[in-house]
Structures are given as structure tokens and as C-alpha cells.
């Protein structure tokens, strides 16, 4: 299994529509989790953190499934501007370094 | 405003040629990245720092040099052993395992 594996999409929604992304990933020993978002051509910016089951944040919402090793993002009443490619990234054991997924590009259309 | 500043935004490279990428943070972070994107790619770790005077090669880190003399400053030297450097490289810090801040990028193409 790769360290961090991402569909990369891309995901064609509507406005107003639910969305679901997964991540897995093989370090068993991971403790946070992250999703970035990157918009094109510009840098990844920080969505959530995940310390424990899960966490939300307004229309997000990410859980985590350590017997299966994967993490999800939901993304409810999907908009227009939610157009992204959205990065799973989860810490190596040991030092400060993480290990960032491919990314899922989603596409949301009026 | 706090933030990482990176520069330039946009480098061109000639064949044989060492170009150095800055990188600054008034952030008061300890730790310091550098990572390279490539088209359809995740990032990938080039170099880091969690101290000052203090470095460690990342999965990539041939053909690339950096140096981490002050607190702020974390500079990315691409030398002419890279032979294939036309990417986006991406400067990041923490505070410890705190997720990482990111500036905006410098695109680097070959002449």
C-alpha cells in the first residue's frame, strides 16, 4: 500500500450536492491527519485537522477510520467556489515530515 | 500580517546555471520546508529544518542545497546538478507537528 492514495478524480457535481472523498493511507502509527486545499497553480492551504474520530467544520467534515486506515472528507451543499483539488496528508512516525496524496480534483458545475 | 514570504514568483533557468529561491517567515516558526510539485503530482520533500544551523535531506534532495542561518530565513539553492528542475516549489513552516503554513510558490523553468 502507498503511504498516502487518493482518487484523483476528478469528481463532476452540482451546486447543492453532497460529496465524498476517501484517503487511505499505511502508517498505522499516524495520530493527525490533515486535508489541504489546493486551488490551480497556487499553494495548498490548510482545511482541517484531524486528531481523533473525526472533526466538522460548516460544510465539512472529515472522520477517520483507523481500523481500516482511511479518512474521509464530506463536503454537503457543494458550491461553486468548493472548485479545488483537495490534498489527504498524513505525518510520517518520527519527525515533523508529511506525507501528502496526489489529491482529488472536484468540479463543481451550476 | 504574519506569513511566509516567498521569492521570486516566477524563475528562469540557463543550462549549467545555479539559481537560489528565497524563502522568509515572520511567523517565529522553528521548523522550515521545501518541497517540489510537479503537473498532477503531490508534493514531494526536499529539504528541512527544525532549528536553526540545522538541516536534513527529504525524499528529493539531489541536486538541491540550502542553508537555515537565521530563524527566519530558509533559502533553496537549485544547482546545475538537477537536471531536471522546471517545477513549482513550494516553502512551508511549523511549530512542531503543527500543520505547515505554505507561501505562495516560485515556478522554475528551464531556458
Known amino acids: 500500500r502507498k503511504e498516502v492514495e487518493q482518487d484523483p478524480g476528478p469528481f463532476n457535481v452540482p451546486e447543492g450536492a453532497t460529496v465524498a472523498f476517501n484517503c487511505t493511507y499505511s502508517n ?17 492551504k490548510l482545511l482541517m485537522s484531524v486528531y481523533s474520530s473525526g472533526n466538522e467544520d460548516g460544510r465539512f467534515t472529515a472522520q477517520l477510520n483507523r481500523a481500516s486506515q482511511y479518512i474521509s472528507l464530506l463536503i454537503r451543499d457543494s458550491k461553486l467556489s468548493d472548485s479545488a483539488t483537495y490534498l489527504c496528508v498524513v505525518p510520517n512516525t518520527g519527525f515533523q515530515k508529511l506525507v501528502f496524496g496526489t489529491g482529488t480534483r472536484l468540479l463543481v458545475s451550476p | ?28 516558526h522553528d521548523a522550515m520546508y521545501w518541497y ?11 529539504y ?12 528529493i534532495a539531489e541536486g538541491y ?47
Open chain 2, 65 to 111: 542545497s540550502v542553508s537555515r542561518e537565521k530563524k527566519e530565513s530558509f533559502p533553496l539553492t537549485v544547482t546545475s546538478a538537477q537536471k531536471n528542475p522546471t517545477a513549482f516549489y513550494l516553502c512551508a513552516s511549523s511549530i512542531g507537528a503543527a500543520p505547515q503554513h505554505f507561501g505562495d510558490g516560485t515556478r522554475l523553468s528551464i531556458l
Open chain 1, 28 to 44: 498505522s502509527a499516524s495520530q493527525s491527519f490533515f486535508w489541504y486545499r489546493q486551488d490551480c497553480r497556487k499553494e495548498p
Open chain 2, 48 to 59: 528541512y529544518s527544525q532549528i536553526v544551523n540545522d538541516f536534513q535531506k527529504g525524499d
Open chain 2, 1 to 28: 500580517d504574519g506569513g511566509i514570504t516567498q521569492s521570486p514568483k516566477y524563475l528562469f533557468r540557463k543550462e549549467g546555471q545555479n539559481v537560489t529561491l528565497s524563502c522568509e517567515q515572520n511567523l517565529n
Open chain 2, 36 to 46: 517540489r510539485q510537479d503537473p498532477g503530482q503531490g508534493l514531494r520533500l526536499i
